[in-house]
């Protein structure tokens, strides 16, 4: 007699064990598809680990196995670590893991037409073409990278390039190592938007055998890709964040591009940090990992500093390309007018048309006007799930939500007093777009935001249009904020530098400056010098003055020991570590008495053990989709032991429990809002 533990993808943090019948003995192995019973009911889940003995007395049968092992040894590790460090329950990591959840997978159509006999030979070993000399820099970067693949072992590089640096040529070139090292490369990058040029260029180099792995791709489509990477038949995977599970068989190399990137951290459910789970990864496989960025976060230069990652550095654009200069225009002296554009960046616009060169946007709002209100009695309408203003958007013309997508139409006149006295304030990009369509009639303007992606099933139709010179001028959100290489854009605009920077977040102003870095490294890349206007109404914000420094190096350094300053003053990371419980119900009152309840235990817990508890506190979002919210914050300089506080109040015996409360730990939060 044996037994199972079986992983099913259900808000649990356990594993279940069942009895193992003879007759399934050769195909219950460990990562193979098998159905339970389970709740009343047959469900599906992944084999994890066999058992000769249970100290449990009722133990019912595994019912089916479903086919052969669709995830390595390696693999169910992985989940297995990613469960434990993120305090998360083992069968969201593993459904986490396979394309589109487990549910259905096994009979993927898809999947048994890449598993056929054959299928990887129409994909053909291509040569590797190379045409391109390398900076000094590069070289350097190359030739510590590349010697780590061929020997093997596992080593984190933070290759440290200014933008336009050439560092998509490093990864390139390391890929390449891989190959030749009999090996594959999988890229990880942090938007989809930039995974849609990413791809393109490796598999200029590499031919049919690159495959990609994100959302926005077709269920099908990511099932197939999945099978033929896990079959070997595919040397390099580019992919976001969930591409981090890609069942790669002889992967020697992983890349986190853009390692800076909150987009690498999963929001809701399972928060599980991609980047961290990729240097995890290289370390359990024993192969190097590279992270690169152009604004590397303050936590991946503290590990350089301290020896665990090896810092190599760009410093220079490649082909001697200047750095475009950045211009503060100040709002409030300039103003902007009736419109969103000042007579700068008019100017500049109407400079780069006239040359026939292109220009991109950038407005970290999507929609018309983010706030609503009515002159006469002030009234603003809100969406009636969450605490947050409704969105005017005119294409339709609707008020949305943009956190439960609740709609409803737009009113002539105020709903509350019937006055005819509304008033839009607060621009979103489609707001920009209309005022560019009125200010340059003949222009090309092409919008890309949320909004339009899911329209056209992704950003990649608008961004190969701009590409090929089908556009004039590129308005986004940050989908176009990083990575993207436009030889033909001499002008980036940022319309609002302020957007985020007032949130109150430690991290607020450290991802103004990575992003206004960013969006202004994407002008210039050509021959000819590029130019960056940065509209702000805080010229003399750190953040913002150091993007403007005439010494970008000097003033980025400068940025960086003020914020680690204030941070070791706070016992904020990178000096400390973090966990925050988050609390939220339908039922205000329960909730609040949750969250308090939840404190003292998390106090009680911490004792004498150096560990701070904040909270408990209403979240800055403080109802969501219906459901209200609070979080308490852990601080302390152990990682384990914040751990160790939250797994035990999740689980002890006084964890507050009303029926419809949930609470979930986020381990490493990216922002504590």
Not at 363 to 375: A, E
């Amino acid at each position: 007699m044996s037994f199972a533990l079986i992983a099913l993808p259900v808000p649990v943090r356990q594993l279940f064990t069942y009895r193992v019948p003879e007759p399934l003995d050769e195909g219950a192995r460990p990562g193979a598809p098998v159905e339970v019973p389970f709740r009343g009911r047959i469900s599906r889940g992944v084999l994890v680990e066999r058992l000769a003995s249970t100290p449990l007395d009722r133990v019912r049968d595994l019912t089916r196995v479903l086919g052969t092992p669709l995830l390595s040894p390696h693999l169910l590790s992985l989940a297995r670590w990613v469960a434990e460090y993120y305090l998360a329950p083992p069968g969201e990591v593993i459904a986490a893991a396979l394309p589109g959840g487990q549910e259905g997978f096994s009979g993927s159509r898809a999947r048994r037409q890449a598993a056929a006999p054959g299928s990887e030979d129409t994909v053909l070993r291509m040569p590797f073409p190379e045409r391109i000399t390398l900076t000094p820099a590069q070289r350097d970067a190359a030739a510590a990278i590349e010697p780590a693949i061929a020997s093997g072992g596992f080593q984190p590089f933070l290759l440290h390039g200014v933008t336009a640096s050439g560092k998509t040529e490093v990864y390139l070139r390391a890929a390449r190592a891989a190959r030749e090292a009999g090996g594959q490369a999988l890229i990880l990058v942090p938007e989809v938007a930039l995974a849609t040029q990413v791809l393109a260029v490796f598999a200029k180099r590499f031919g049919g055998r690159v495959g990609a792995l994100h959302s926005y791709l077709p269920l099908g489509t990511r099932r197939k890709t999945w099978e033929l990477a896990r079959r070997g038949a595919l040397d390099v995977i580019v992919g976001a964040r969930s591409a981090v599970f890609a069942p790669l068989p002889a992967l020697k190399l992983i890349v986190v591009d853009e390692e800076h990137e909150p987009a690498y951290k999963q929001s809701e459910q399972l928060r599980y940090h991609g980047r961290d789970v990729a240097v995890r990864r290289a370390q359990m496989l024993g192969v190097p990992v590279v992270l690169g960025s152009a604004t590397p976060s303050l936590e991946s230069l503290a590990n350089a500093a301290r020896g665990k990652y090896r810092r190599l550095v760009l410093p220079e654009r490649v082909d001697h390309r200047p750095v475009p200069g950045v211009v503060l225009v100040d709002l409030r002296r300039e103003g902007s007018g009736p419109g969103i554009l000042s007579a700068p960046l008019r100017a500049a616009l109407a400079e780069r048309l006239a040359r026939k060169e292109q220009a991109l946007l950038w407005l970290n709002r999507r929609g018309h006007s983010h706030h609503i209100q009515c002159r006469g009695c002030g009234h603003a309408p809100e969406c009636p799930r969450c605490d947050i203003s409704l969105t005017l958007h005119v294409e339709p013309r609707i008020m949305r939500c943009h956190y439960c997508d609740h709609h409803e139409p737009v009113p002539e006149v105020c709903p509350k007093c019937a006055a005819a006295l509304l008033r839009y304030a607060g621009a979103g990009t489609q707001r920009a777009e209309r005022e560019l369509r009125a200010a340059f009639p003949d222009a090309r303007v092409l919008r890309l935001d949320l909004d339009v992606a899911r329209a056209k099933a992704g950003p990649g139709a608008v961004l190969s249009q701009f590409g090929r010179g089908e556009g004039d001028i590129l308005l986004g959100t940050q989908m176009i904020a990083k990575g993207l290489d436009f030889p033909r854009v001499t002008l980036v605009g940022v319309l609002d530098a302020d957007v985020a920077l007032h949130l109150p977040d430690f991290r607020a102003a450290e991802r103004t400056f990575q992003l206004l870095t960013q969006v202004a490294g994407r002008s210039g890349r050509g021959t000819t010098k590029g130019e960056v206007l940065v509209q702000t109404c805080t010229p003399e914000h750190p953040a913002i003055a150091a993007v403007a420094a005439a010494d970008a190096a000097h003033g980025e350094r400068a940025f960086r020991e003020r914020e680690l300053a204030e941070r070791r003053e706070a016992g904020y990371p990178p000096f400390a570590r973090l966990v925050t419980l988050l609390i939220d119900g339908p039922d205000a009152v329960q909730v609040e008495a949750a969250a308090t309840q939840l404190a003292e235990h998390a106090r009680e817990l911490a004792g004498e053990r150096d560990v701070t508890v904040l909270g408990p506190a209403p979240q800055a979002l403080a109802r969501l989709r219906g459901r209200h919210r609070w979080h308490v914050l852990l601080k302390g300089a152990s990682g384990g032991t914040l751990r160790e506080i939250a797994a035990s109040v999740l689980a002890g015996p006084d964890r507050p429990g009303p029926r419809g409360v949930r609470v979930i730990a986020d381990v490493d939060p990216i922002e504590v809002l």
